[in-house]
């Protein structure tokens, strides 16, 4: 069967969320965010609590809930439609609710079943100076996993300047420091990020800081027929290009015969970007990707852009690595010029906003990815870029239909990995038209 | 089964031809065209004869022949290698072979079959003072046909000035001329062109010549997942655009509430470009694409592009139709912006060149199409661009890989029709690099 | 941009028609079936009317109308909402009424423009006592097209005794017939069936009458991975197929070395059966395939089983070739093992009946096709299925569902044409549960 | 990038291995299964050694080495053809070699890089009387991941008897003791297994254990077209299915109107097969699939069936899971009759056996599958189905295509997860011709 997972526990609505001090009987009121031990397995959830002196109403996990608390513990019965529901006590812990849930699956044969949770209060947006992090990694992790400790904490607003190894592991001076793989940096971890915000990177510096990358010469599956397959037969050997920095060029090192004045531009890329993914499901490997971003390849995520990704995990939990010095789209070898990189960005946090698929944006343009097979891939990035439009500019069905019949501009982002990648792009001075008839 | 036809009848090599008399005892050396009456059904082939004194070597169908003519009539025999081959007999009649063949498929089972043909020498390239025709079009073909008659003849290097009305049969006027589908202006007859070449349609100008356009609102079936398909489920209504010629915008007409101010730039291009299919096979209707060209819906077919499409039949037979004045990738409406067009172009004959699928090149890119699925489209595209630098550049195949990795640029160029397209585009400046390495 | 046709005229909603004397003052009442000629082409459609005294009403092409008759001759109005509509006047010649349409598109900047129609009656079912006809073939088409004047009429409940020649051309005598590409025996003319309805074509019997078949040893480019496609690079070689009439056994004439013994059981099957496309788009080859059946290549199209398919054209114009000895799943060879046939059978009209695409029933199960690339023929065959399910049994979205999720069993059909095909099954047996509910 | 790990260790060909005595002076000579530590990463590859005397030779990760050995410590150096190579030196401890290696890529820029690891003689395969082990599990695991400690370590020919959990963690009980996502059941170490294995699963029992099932309404988005999921669009609902496991039935516990008689024949399946993926790449959810089985979800994995999965870690480390009471063809509803089970099965090793995809095979047909899109799930069967061809009956590649177009069948077996799949099958009886010929 399909992965059957809690996943309701992060479809959350975002709330403000009253300040409330530890000293005194707590007021409950409010919308916390919990921890769950559920067999073993790791989870989160919200749920929202009004307390009218000792009364509590409010939902948990879907289920209208009332009960009581006399500012030591608490109790509440949460209903579902079915028959079904969870009973709950607990203890407040300062600003900690510490709970035992009883749970029955309305409408089911099964037997109710037990877990604990800790919550807290979502917290609301840090707001602090911002602040310049430099940061030399010294681990780099080959999954984007909620399960690897922050490597540095910082708030929204804050910019970090680090550094990446290349995709088989090798850093700016030659020296190995991982198997291959994307190896990344990082997890940031961005205080106030919670499940259900959108985490915002905006590149501010993406400098070459080697003069070599490696590739090869293969032509990855994805792109060829069988005809084009059978022509391809023999290839399949490395080639190491020399990045010339000052001409902001690459060329191959060893040039065969017809390439020996080749020549193409540098434009270096960030190939993953990543936010961790949620605690109970596998985390994926870093060659992958998906609603969490990841492995995009896309030769857009450069300097000057900005990624968003949903944030899945309290801290978003960030990864970065994967930089080409330029790339073709789709990736047709398998590398890129795979190339260590000098990294610096920005964080911030989007409270509460949603959107189903990595997206980008430039100066100039704004992109929405999809991911799957190619057919899938187009039918999600134009579905992402719909959500986009109809969220940010409230058109109807029938507009977002005209503005992306007259708009839309697709590129293939890329081909070499399990997710293929199409992207959406729509010109911001064509958009401008909208936003000026509001 | 597969389309099983005569397709070999297309795969002929090109060869110079020697100038004949036709007074005078002629001598058959050379490449000669040959139509056939099959079984009801028309086809083509070449074959290539050599005469020394009265005797007549060459290859016909593949199959080496040996044969001899006394100047009014000859007779040959060509023997495949599983013991079949073709007993061919005929008059000369002026610069006209009319013969009868015999052919026995050697290894099967079945009968000896005959047929007729006539044929003549393959011409050589005319080369004539170009000139400018002016074409005023009264009858509009919805098939990418052979069978319908040229409506003028023309000289590879002249000019064609004419217009094209739009996807629903409407011209300037706004008069019906046409069940719509996309009825097309032509089809041309180029002289000297014949199966084996490659036509060349550079387009000189392309004008809208009305001031409204129609589309609609839906959003194609390829580019919905069911999320999307649920939101989009109450549209399907006609929309109406006001092109300003002036200030080279399109806005809807009657604009919904927050597309009162939606401006995009106009970019006229032409849907549908496309040589005539060959005899033996089913004409498409102008709504399909495939190597012949066709409703490609890209929208760099504009004013400065040349399209190259395969010559299928003698003259080419060119067929254009279905503007737009602007398109988004992948026509996402089903429509574009749908209008009549003034149209320029210069036809040329490239002797003997193949490709494997529709080239369009501009002054600063070349680009080549796949059709198919997203998925196949995508592999096509990439076959074709890497038969183009294999053949053009002599690329090596590893070489192919690394020019393919560093520079392809791939976009979607259609969704809305049978065939979705992919174009995979490539830097001219890039590919200047390897042209000053010869 | 999208083939845009006036495919409206197809979505016709068939009622009962009154019948009629063509002496006395015609009475106008009932369903119409027209042929237009629109600008050179021809289209069908349906309209109401509905007389009382000398006063019209009723439905003309979507649109109300109202207007008047004599008994001679009549005219109407029929307006749209947007302002348009038809101004329509004619004569009446016995039962055919010839009419003149002036129509204006409301809404659009377009001129009015003119058609002429001629329409009768809607026929009702014939019925007659069943009748078996010999038919021997004398012509073989390659277009499945509206186009091509009739072999023969027959009724509803009738039976055809045929042959048709194989894929290439050949007759059960070793003669070549037909230029390859599957040549079709018919049209076959049914009465009463109009378009709107659908076409029964049960299959009697299904006999070869030669002892061989043609096939050969490529895999097919949609079943070749790159890997796959370098393996098989140098094959390409005719196979000659022994046919077995006795033991009902294929095996190759010349068996290489590990197929010396190799025997399959012979089933034979009609790749093609297919109605006539509409007369308003191009008609397709008889290579490919659509909701018009066609170059379905699917092996339960046996003896026994009957094929149901949509009739566009007044007698439905039914089409047969393209005989398989036997073919495994997918015809990966490109051709089946190919061979001509004693083909029996019986048509049948279903009044009214609507259905998505081709549906092919035997004892024991129903099958619903897709047909497209094979991602997009699965959404089809589970569409089809869903559609047959709820209009034969009315379930409800939630039970269709329940009944495909425990009874679904998918095969793939066809992978060598340019449609693949994806037929869903369900077993007759398990449906019965269903009916024994109601 | 691709992922590009050190893939090339699991590649490895399969030799004898030359018994050897601890005491006395050690003979390195042999295959050697060593597990390294690469920066943290645990992987895993072969090497050769022959001693003669004091002087080693061999190959070393693909690249021939000499060195030497005195009986408690060795080196040697390996070189590859570019310059680069290992120099290795290390200790011999009982039957455990030590080393550390110095490893210089080639023709790369970067700097050599330094591992260690541990080496053991591939074992040969063990031989035991076979014994039936009783195994109730008590942790469940939702990773096909090799970090899982074994819970019960076997020989090959060995019986394990054992339950598992539904999809959603609930036992035959109806106690939850997982959290959901096909919770599994293992991982079993198989004694002997070792990377570059095939490990035979042959599922000799398998029984439902309690009498109801939970599914649901949905049919997957793989499925549906816009105009399906239009219709679709207000399902969601859980439903419970009533097992009668006397009458061997299934139907739906509280059925809607048109359901209330249906019923459907038990056919009770295991979901998920899988052996745990190499340590170098990150462990596959238990949603997913791949080269390693895992969640196949296909209907024909019943009692009776073998399974083959390739061996990427020591022991093969066998999960199972996910039992199904009965499914249609592609897991229409996202989930199928989801419940728990009784299962017994044998398990074996076949020594060397590679295989691209996971393969079943039951008394009467063998079946390989493939995982991805449909479109590519079709090639990767046919791929995988070719080699077994050309592997087991030595067929050439004209052979291969002349048996898959005569006795190919596809079914598609999953289309609910990320990987949809495709099955093609072949009957043992038509195979048997070919063994005839041998």
Chains 1, 2, 3, 4 share one sequence.
């Not at 109790?75 to 749970?103: C, M, P, S, W, Y």
């Amino acid at each position: 069967m399909r992965r059957v997972v809690l996943t309701s526990i992060l479809l959350i609505s975002v709330a403000s969320v009253r300040a409330q001090s530890d000293s005194a009987k707590a007021d409950l009121t409010g919308k916390w965010f919990a921890t769950m031990d559920f067999f073993g397995t790791r989870a989160n959830f919200d749920f929202d609590l009004e307390q009218k002196g000792e009364a509590l109403t409010g939902k948990f996990r879907g289920d209208p809930l009332e009960g009581t608390t006399d500012g030591h513990s608490f109790q509440f019965h949460a209903k579902d439609t079915q028959g079904g529901g969870e009973q709950v006590k607990g203890t407040i812990d300062g600003g900690t609710l510490r709970g035992e849930v009883e749970e029955a699956d309305g409408g089911m044969p099964s037997k109710p079943y037990h877990y604990s949770f800790t919550a807290k209060l979502r917290p609301t947006k840090t707001t602090a100076t911002p602040q310049l992090h430099e940061f030399a990694p010294t681990v780099f992790y080959r999954q984007f996993s909620p399960f690897n400790a922050p490597v540095l904490t910082v708030n929204p607003g804050d910019t970090i300047h680090t550094t990446t190894v290349d995709a088989g592991g090798i850093d700016f001076t030659g020296a190995t420091r991982s198997m291959g793989g994307n190896p990344q940096t990082g997890p940031f971890y961005v205080r106030s990020a919670m499940p259900g915000d959108t985490l915002a990177v905006h590149i501010t510096r993406l400098k070459l800081n080697r003069d070599w990358a490696q590739s090869d010469d293969v032509i990855v599956q994805r792109a060829m027929d069988g005809g084009l397959a059978v022509k391809m037969k023999d290839t399949g050997k490395t080639v190491i290009w020399h990045l010339d920095l000052e001409k902001n060029t690459a060329s191959p090192a060893k040039a065969a015969e017809h390439l020996a004045s080749y020549k193409v531009p540098l434009k270096p890329m960030l190939g993953c970007v990543a936010t961790a993914t949620g605690p109970a499901t596998a985390p994926p490997g870093t060659g992958d990707s998906g609603y969490f971003g990841g492995n995009m390849d896309f030769n857009e995520i450069v300097e000057g852009a900005t990624v968003y990704l949903p944030v899945s995990n309290a801290g978003a939990l960030l990864y970065l690595g994967d930089g080409h010095a330029l790339q073709g789209d789709g990736e047709l070898n398998g590398n890129a010029l795979e190339t260590s990189m000098d990294v610096e960005f920005t964080v911030d946090v989007i409270s509460g906003k949603r959107q189903p698929g990595p997206r980008v944006e430039n100066a100039t343009t704004i992109m929405a990815m999809g991911l799957g097979s190619l057919d899938d891939a187009f039918k999600q990035a134009t579905s992402n870029m719909a959500a986009w439009l109809a969220d940010t500019y409230k058109l109807t069905p029938s507009e977002v239909a005209q503005v992306l019949g007259t708009a839309a501009q697709y590129k293939v982002s890329e081909a070499a990995d399990r997710n293929a990648g199409v992207v959406l792009k729509i010109d911001k001075a064509t958009l401008a038209t909208l936003q000026a008839a509001k």
